[in-house]
């Protein structure tokens, strides 16, 4: 999210607003999978703040080279 725009001020007020059981169900297990967390929830929560962005293509790198 930060590296598409949103401010550390924006993320907080997002996050708050979720309720326990809002949250609770970004964390979707999979178990079966090879691991722990399947993670489309979560995009899928993502993908409705940000819309359809790939990270490849924002203005902030997610790593700096030193």
């Given at each position: 999210?930060?590296?598409?725009?949103v401010s550390i001020v924006?993320?907080?007020?997002?996050?708050?607003?979720?309720?326990?059981?809002?949250?609770?169900?970004?964390?979707?297990?999979?178990?079966?999978?090879?691991?722990?967390?399947?993670g489309k929830a979560f995009?899928?929560?993502?993908?409705?703040?940000?819309?359809?962005?790939?990270?490849?293509?924002?203005?902030?790198?997610?790593?700096?080279?030193?």
């Open positions: 999210m930060y590296a598409a725009g924006e993320m907080e007020n997002i996050v708050s607003k979720l309720s326990t059981w809002e949250f609770s169900k970004l964390v979707d297990l999979a178990w079966s999978k090879g691991s722990l967390v399947a995009a899928e929560f993502l993908t409705k703040i940000l819309g359809d962005v790939r990270i490849e293509n924002l203005n902030t790198p997610l790593l700096q080279s030193p």
